[in-house]
């Protein structure tokens, strides 16, 4: 099964090339390749009756993929559907497909209880950042809008470069393009010295709350939440040893009693 979704892969790569796009056998190996799952699902409803089969998640999304891949076989080919969006959504849709691949990673599932631990112990934290960065955006909008226009020229664009700020993306360009701004109308700076040395300090406070603190917050509670798992099989071991040495502590002591 491995095998095939590897291949299957290669070829979905292969397809998106330009030169390869309309390839026939391209076009007729993917078919294969739809088919072949699909008949693999077939199989597993009939070995495992539908209560089974459907009691797993992997097989729900594996029949889920199957199911919206099926179009494809009908209609890509089809002249009057050719180039249609409904056309690039199957396409698009037939790339999820190779999320198959997660299912052989080891341990996947305790991967995946991790990450949902971590996204959710993480919520506040990133809610917290969503807010800080709104926030930022605004002001850094209400104040260089007509100076950096192509950075803080309304509030959505500015919010995406207050987020590359807190990425650490551009924290010097930005404001070094701010002070190097003038009026076209006069030729002069739009800043002056003292109003570009707080712009730079302004700048630097969002840097160090957004992309030291803020973001290297996240980072550790996202982190301590998906190692939780090793953490406690640790500790476990640890407490188990500590009982061995507590019980091996105690027969020692009645066996200098009995002597």
């Known amino acids: 099964m491995l095998t095939a979704i590897i291949v299957n892969a290669v070829v979905i790569f292969t397809m998106y090339f330009p030169q390869y796009k309309d390839n026939k056998w391209l076009w007729w190996i993917d078919c294969a ?10 199989v597993k409803l009939a070995v495992l009756k539908p209560k089974a089969y459907f009691s797993s998640n992997w097989n729900r999304f594996d029949c889920l993929i199957v199911l919206g891949s099926l179009p494809v076989l009908f209609l890509e080919h089809n002249e009057s559907m050719h180039g249609t969006q409904l056309i690039v959504l199957l396409r698009l849709f037939r790339l999820i497909r190779l999320v198959r691949f997660l299912r052989f990673i080891p341990n996947i599932e305790q991967v995946m209880t991790g990450l949902g631990r971590a996204l959710k112990a993480s919520v506040f934290v ?45 924290w010097n360009e930005i404001p070094a393009a701010i002070a190097k701004r003038v009026d076209p109308d006069t030729g002069l700076p739009f800043l002056s010295d003292s109003a570009i040395g707080i712009t730079r300090f302004y700048f630097a406070i ?31 071991k640890v407490d188990d040893l500590t009982e061995e040495i507590r019980s091996l502590r105690d027969m020692l002591q009645k066996g200098e009693d009995l002597g």
């Open 206 to 236: 969002v840097v160090v709350l957004g992309g030291i603190f803020g973001m290297s917050l996240a980072n550790a509670v996202f982190v301590d939440e998906m190692t939780m798992d090793n953490n406690r099989e640790l500790e476990k």
């Open 126 to 170: 990133l809610g917290a950042l969503v807010f800080l960065n709104f926030m930022l955006a605004m002001i850094t909008c209400n104040f260089y809008a007509d100076i950096a226009p192509e950075y803080f020229g309304n509030p959505l664009v500015s919010i995406y470069s207050i987020f590359q700020l807190f990425t650490l993306e551009g």
């Open 33 to 42: 390749f739809i088919i072949f799952f699909l008949v693999e699902m077939l």
